[in-house]
């Protein structure tokens, strides 16, 4: 069984820097991807960024520039470091993870339950 579990969410004035993490656990044969998703009140969820064991990493456009993410393979983390923030970033942010757990070839993306991130202005 794997689980993600994010961190460090909370409230922040428009401006501020808050540092969100995950952490993955369970049977972990290989991790390919993890990232960062968000989903605002009455909104659909969006991509925020990710990071390919490759160390390839992918950001949308309305965070490029403010957030930074970044992964620690021996901890099997993920974080996302964001800065310069807005209230429209206000969301719940969730971790996600492409991840082989007995079969290299076979992958499953699993979720974290999320993390609340609130921006006031």
């Known amino acids: 069984q794997v689980q993600l579990v994010e961190s460090g969410g909370g409230l922040v004035q428009a401006g501020g820097s808050l540092r969100l993490s995950c952490a993955a656990s369970g049977t972990i044969l290989s991790i390919e991807q993890m990232g960062w998703y968000r989903q605002a009140p009455g909104k659909q969820p969006e991509l925020v960024a990710t990071a390919h064991e490759s160390g390839y990493l992918n950001y949308a456009d309305y965070v490029r520039g403010r957030f930074a993410i970044s992964r620690d393979n021996a901890k099997k983390a993920v974080y996302l470091q964001m800065n310069s923030l807005k209230p429209e970033d206000t969301a719940r942010y969730y971790c996600?993870?492409?991840?082989?757990?007995?079969?290299?070839?076979?992958?499953?993306?699993?979720w974290g339950p999320g993390t609340h991130v609130t921006v006031s202005s």
């Open positions: 996600e993870a492409y991840i082989a757990t007995d079969d290299p070839r076979t992958v499953r993306q699993y």
